[in-house]
């Protein structure tokens, strides 16, 4: 079987024990024996979603979770701002607070690793940390070889985890599909303009205009234009 097959099976997971028996299995045959996935969803601009799937060791999450490390994670900050991997190294652990991370994180055996990133259709982001205990030069090289294979299995993981996850009526990837006339006026409001003048920008009623913009906010769940512009530009399903 190859890696795609292996890939393709993630696919196949009904839940997230599946997943996480068949993720451990896949990461250890590609040269790592841990593993950390993380998603948030934007689902509010000050009330984000987080969905957190986990193959670290449990007390060095604990330890992660107490220090307060996401803040200043080097790692976490790369993969924000870029889809590009990044690998576990002192170009980017350069600080004393970081090269702290970085070593105390070897003592729980992940002590070589890089991550992946990956941005989803409805405005998601999430990252992929794959690691593991050996730390030598050749671990490291290992890494650099395995990198576009990891980087494909972040994309099948984040389709698996958005499945079986995400999608559920109860959490926030519910599949939101808004018309093109929808997304017009809510762009047009969003530039500030009133009901009135979007009907006179798009040639139509006024009443029309409000309809849209009222069957949009429906949609999304919010009440109010000001909340469904918010709703829309941080679910991407609208750009500026």
Known sequence: MTYLDQFQ??????????LHAATTTIIKQIGFEHFLYAVRVNVSLTRPYHFLFSGYPKEWREHYELSGYAKIDPTVQHCSKTVIPVIWD?????????????????????????SFSVHGRQGEAAMLSLATSINSRQAKQDIITMLGTA??????????????????????????????REKECILWAAEGKT??????????????????????????????????ISRALSMGLITP
């Open 90 to 114: 002192r170009k980017i652990f350069n600080s004393r607070p970081t090269v702290r991370i970085m070593n105390e994180a070897g003592e729980f055996g992940l002590a070589n690793g890089a």
């Open 9 to 18: 099976s993630l696919l196949n997971c009904d839940t997230v024990e599946e």
């Open 151 to 180: 980087q494909l299995l972040t994309c099948y993981l984040h389709e698996a985890i958005q499945r079986i996850v995400l999608s559920k009526d109860s959490l926030p990837l519910k599949k939101i599909n808004l018309t093109e």
């Open 195 to 228: 009901g009135w003048e979007i009907a006179n920008i798009l040639k139509l009623s006024e009443r029309t205009v409000t309809f849209h913009l009222q069957n949009a906010a429906s949609k999304m769940g919010v009440s109010g234009r000001q909340h469904a």
